[in-house]
């Protein structure tokens, strides 16, 4: 197994060194871990926004620690550099995959954590102080979720969709559970994903949250196989301790799926790898 999403103390809001994250993944026998640090804000958001993501002026810093560890555990272990793009909506001074490439990264996660400037994913009382900035309240945020996610997908946009569902997060909540239907609107998500070639992150974080269920839910899982996308695995550990966390679990979601295959990346070219 791999672990392809993980943050450490270069985000600001998680802890343990980088080389913490490394020693656990060795510790628990995974093949691969993938840095996934929070790809820089730019400098109007970052103020609005602190310990958020990574600085910009310490991106070279994690960049290069990524590629020290890298060289130094290459006999127990493949360390893969990623990031993770926060989707901010038009207007994106950068271009994800560019700026991948441009870095020479291995994988490229997109992930949306704020809708209309509310982050979505923080904690529940932001989340409910915020409602009635959305016409039909949480429904409504879900809506603005998926809309902005099905804006984001495009051809050559990332390798991977992270916490696909995230927006359920808080769900379990009292008035923070959806009372419409959204999977329409899920289903022109997974559509836009599939014809753009881009994978999709099971993310075992999600059992540790209000919702109590990885990212996606099952049926969006299942309808993700039916069209033909690849699948990715990550824990979104932001302590080490945290790194493949109940992939015990997520093991018995694949057999269950019957998925044979996740799909790993080295500079940017997805490797399919049976499991
Ligand atoms: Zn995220
Ligand atoms: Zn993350």
């Known amino acids: 197994m791999f672990d392809y999403h993980v943050h450490t103390l270069f985000c600001g809001h998680a802890y343990g060194s980088m080389e913490e994250y490394v020693l656990r993944a060795v510790e628990l026998g995974l093949e691969e871990i993938g840095f996934s640090g929070h790809y820089p804000y730019p400098p109007s958001f970052e103020e609005t926004l602190p310990n958020c993501v990574i600085p910009a002026q310490s991106h070279p810093v994690y960049l290069a620690e990524a590629a020290r560890l890298r060289e130094a555990y290459r006999d127990r272990i493949v360390v893969r550099i990623g990031a993770e793009f926060d989707y901010l909506g038009d207007g994106q001074s950068f271009h994800p995959l560019d700026e991948a490439r441009r870095l020479g ?79 329409s609107m899920v289903e022109q998500v997974l559509e836009r994903i599939a014809s753009s070639g881009i994978a999709v992150e099971i993310n075992t974080s999600g059992w540790d949250k209000p919702c109590g269920e990885q990212y996606p839910a099952i049926g969006i899982l299942k309808k993700a196989l039916e069209l033909g996308i690849a699948l990715t695995a990550g824990s979104d550990a932001h302590r080490p301790e945290e790194v493949g966390r109940h992939f015990d679990r997520l093991k018995v979601l694949l057999n269950q799926l019957g998925v044979r295959q996740l799909m790993r990346f080295e500079k940017l070219q997805a490797v399919p790898c049976d499991i």
């Not at 989340?127 to 809309?147: A, H, M, P, S």
């Not at 390798?159 to 009372?179: E, I, Y």
């Open 105 to 183: 990264l291995d994988f490229c996660l997109a992930s949306v954590h704020l809708v209309d400037g509310v982050a979505v994913d923080y904690t529940p009382e932001l989340l409910e102080k915020n409602l009635q900035r959305f016409t039909g309240g949480i429904d409504g945020v879900y809506d603005r979720y998926y809309r902005t996610l099905l804006e984001m997908v495009a051809p050559g946009y990332c390798t991977t969709v992270g916490h696909l569902d995230l927006v359920k997060k808080f769900n379990t909540l009292a008035g923070l559970a959806p009372g419409l239907d959204h999977s």
